[in-house]
């Protein structure tokens, strides 16, 4: 392998096809695990002279790591009624690789017996972890992986989120947000865990514990009190009244808790600020409500800051809103390999916290494919608004969201008037102005009111609603 490390993939072929190939096609594709390692199927061999029992068990001696993945089958058996699988799991054992054990599914009344008895033979031995799909698996194996190079030595460190937090114990953590945590994975990704798993088990297939003792990334995901270990791992939420950072903040809220926690009450912060239409009933009892911007793209601009986040910084992750924008901006420098116009494109996903992205991927908080920036710039588009800004300023990043399509520089291309302008603010504040409101914010007369609205409206700026006296006017809708 010539210094590298070679991967020996053991399963039952044609049952777990699918996995063994998405294992080899991640391993390789991934840049931090592609520097180390290179992936072993059998059937990428050609065919030549020796036997498929001398080839196997060759390549699990030349190979560095043992990966098995285990599902309902036993496979061939051969003349001593052994299956490959359990030739390869034996003979890595013996050779004493570093074994690596995935199972997929919890339903073991449906596997073969001598599948069943494999897997108990490997529990008997080593951690054995359990998943739902190949999504799943990807994590775990990731983690695995990861956790076997440090081992090694080959990386400097681990990520901050897989150290160990010190003084923490499993009475810090809180059985319910397990609990709670389960059953959402299970909906959300097929999380192969059942609900009543204890809370130490839970952590051991999610990779949570080093040598026995709590991650950060256990304290962050389900701590009952995370601050006490990690005081800056909070969220800082402000509202202003117009474009600035100017006093006074309208509304000041700092949120604590899980990440889980943080990331629902900080977008649900935003929402609260945010100008809202209701429909008709029309389309069913309950009028439509409509939000300027759209929920999954704030929300996904607070996950991936409290997934990338530094969090040995002492500084917060901090949330302003603004008259005409949102900002996230989190204690954090991208990775040397992407830019902020690189977010624009497809990249690979690296989290600067990769056991919280896994959680938070398997509870659907995020998608872990390197997609983030793309849905929200997707999701900008969808409403018609401005692509998103990102920004990397000394040690923050910033995702910085416009809540229209009005922007300063917009505006300022259809040349209008300071007056004009002055009424787009007070509706992007307010959601809609009337003319008499028009009349006192700029002192105008009526009838010279209603040329400036008027304007507006013919320039696609505003939308008039109402006739005579119910008249009033709202930001135009549209590209």
């Known amino acids: 392998m010539s210094g590298r490390m070679g991967i020996f993939v053991s399963s039952v072929q044609k049952e777990l096809a699918a996995e063994r190939r998405a294992m080899k096609d991640f391993i390789e594709g991934d840049p931090l695990l592609r520097q180390y390692f290179d992936v072993f199927l059998f059937e990428d061999l050609p065919a030549g002279n020796q036997t498929p029992n001398q080839l196997y068990i060759g390549q699990v001696d030349k190979s560095s790591v043992y990966l098995g993945i285990f599902g309902d089958q036993y496979g061939w058996e051969d003349t001593e009624s052994i299956s490959p699988t359990e030739r390869e799991f034996d003979r890595a054992t013996l050779k004493k690789k570093p074994r690596l054990v995935f199972v997929k599914g919890t339903n073991d009344a449906q596997r073969h017996p001598k599948m069943l008895a494999l897997i108990k033979k490997a529990e008997r031995q080593l951690t054995r972890r359990r998943f739902g799909d190949v999504s799943d698996l990807t994590g775990k194996v990731y983690a695995s992986l990861i956790q076997h190079l440090e081992q090694r030595g080959v ?69 009952r009190n995370p601050q006490k270990f990690l005081p800056s791992a909070e969220i800082k939420c402000m509202h202003f009244h117009g474009t600035e950072v100017v006093k006074p903040i309208l509304d000041y809220k700092v949120f604590k808790g899980t990440v889980f926690d943080q990331a629902d009450q900080a977008t649900d912060f935003v929402f609260t600020k945010l100008a809202r239409s209701v429909g008709t009933r029309d389309s069913g009892v309950a009028a439509p409500v409509a939000y300027e911007m759209p929920k999954r793209v704030v929300a996904e601009a607070v996950v991936n800051a409290l997934v990338h986040r530094d969090y040995a910084s002492r500084a917060a992750v901090q949330v302003y809103v603004f008259a005409d924008r949102v900002e996230v901006w989190n204690p954090g420098e991208l990775p040397p390999s992407l830019t902020p116009e690189r977010l624009r494109q497809q990249h690979p996903s690296l989290p600067g916290n990769p056991l919280v992205a896994e959680s938070m991927f398997l509870a659907h908080y995020i998608e872990k494919a390197g997609t983030g920036t793309l849905d929200v710039i997707e999701g900008c588009r969808e409403s018609h608004l401005p692509e998103p800004e990102f920004q990397q300023d000394g040690d923050h990043f910033i995702i910085r969201l416009w809540r229209d399509r009005f922007t300063v520089e917009l505006l300022d291309s259809l040349v209008l008037t300071e007056r004009q302008k002055q009424g787009v603010a007070q509706v992007k504040q307010n959601g809609r102005i009337t003319n008499a409101e028009y009349q006192r914010l700029t002192g105008l007369t009526r009838k010279t009111s209603a040329r400036d609205l008027d304007a507006l409206v013919d320039k696609g700026v505003f939308r008039r609603i109402g006739e005579k006296r119910g008249t009033y006017y709202v930001l135009a809708g549209g590209k």
């Open 155 to 223: 990386l400097p460190h681990r990520p901050f989120d897989a150290a160990a937090c010190p003084r923490a114990t499993l009475k810090d953590i809180d059985a319910d947000k397990i609990a709670w945590f389960i059953e959402r994975a299970r909906q959300e990704r097929n999380f192969a865990l059942k609900t009543d798993t204890p809370p130490d088990q839970t952590l051991i297939q999610l990779n949570l514990l080093d040598d026995k003792n709590l991650t950060h990334a256990a304290v962050l995901l389900f701590g």
